[in-house]
């Protein structure tokens, strides 16, 4: 079992910058690849970035490519998103998630959850 807790997300103008965290507990939380993602109102969550085990390996969705960057402490059990030149249309609940393997963009395929932190982009 993996637990996980997000935070950092809050109210931010366009432009601005956030930096969320993951903290992992429970298995072997350096072995198993994480993934952000988020879901906006009447929309279906969508992948965001995501990071191999080892932190080798990054992954984006073309939307926050080169805005965001996502990295790993594997000491601290903890996994970031650092997001920069925020939009309106960046405005969702951010969610991180974790699976035994290799990173994919599929949501069905990560089984732990966190609980999900809201971003709020302001025009």
């Known amino acids: 079992q993996v637990q996980l807790v997000e935070s950092g997300g809050g109210l931010v103008q366009a432009g601005g910058s956030l930096r969320l965290s993951c903290a992992a507990s429970?298995?072997?939380?350096?072995?198993?690849?994480m993934g952000w993602f988020r879901q906006a109102p009447g929309k279906e969550r969508e992948f965001v970035a995501g990071?191999?085990?080892?932190?080798?390996?990054?992954y984006y969705a073309n939307s926050v490519k080169g805005r965001f960057t996502i990295s790993r402490d594997n000491a601290k059990n903890t996994v970031y998103l650092q997001m920069n030149s925020l939009k309106p249309e960046d405005t969702a609940v951010y969610y991180c998630?974790?699976?035994?393997?290799?990173?994919?963009?599929?949501?069905?395929?990560?089984?732990?959850w966190g609980q999900g932190t809201q971003v709020t982009v302001s025009s």
């Open positions: 998630a974790s699976r035994d393997g290799v990173v994919v963009s599929t949501t069905s395929a990560y089984r732990y």
């Open positions: 429970g298995r072997i939380f350096s072995t198993y690849a």
């Open positions: 990071i191999s085990w080892t932190g080798g390996r990054t």
